[in-house]
């Protein structure tokens, strides 16, 4: 599975970005989806999970509330609307599918597309 995410950008404190993630082939049905960032000198950390089905969700404490992952199956994506930006979600975010059932480890999932850069000016 070959993933594509876009939708970055430069966004002011407080403000709204949606991040897409597109699919190559439709067995990305199959896959539990996940979003992650990784700012510079960080490790990468998991901001949001979505199940192979659409019916479970999971998200870290620090962006719970803010952040809403979703997917449409019939279109190949899944889809990061984030809310209430702050200057610490900046970071390049990545898109990863997964054969298990919601991991957040990094190293669960095997599919990751290119990245896309968000950045939150204060």
């Known amino acids: 599975v070959q993933l594509q995410a876009y939708g970055g950008g430069l966004v002011q404190a407080g403000g709204s970005l949606r991040l897409s993630c597109a699919a190559s082939e439709p067995t990305f049905s199959n896959y539990t989806m996940g979003w992650f960032r990784q700012a510079p000198g960080k490790e990468r950390e998991f901001v949001a999970g979505?199940?192979?089905?659409?019916?479970?969700?999971y998200y870290p404490d620090s962006v719970r509330a803010r952040f809403a992952i979703s997917r449409d199956t019939a279109k190949n994506t899944v889809s990061l609307q984030m809310s209430s930006l702050k200057p610490e979600d900046t970071a390049i975010y990545y898109c990863?599918?997964?054969?298990?059932?919601?991991?957040?480890?990094?190293?669960?999932?095997?599919?990751w597309g290119q990245g896309t850069q968000v950045t939150v000016s204060s």
């Open positions: 990863a599918a997964s054969r298990l059932v919601l991991p957040f480890m990094p190293l669960a999932y095997d599919f």
């Open positions: 979505i199940s192979w089905s659409g019916g479970r969700t």
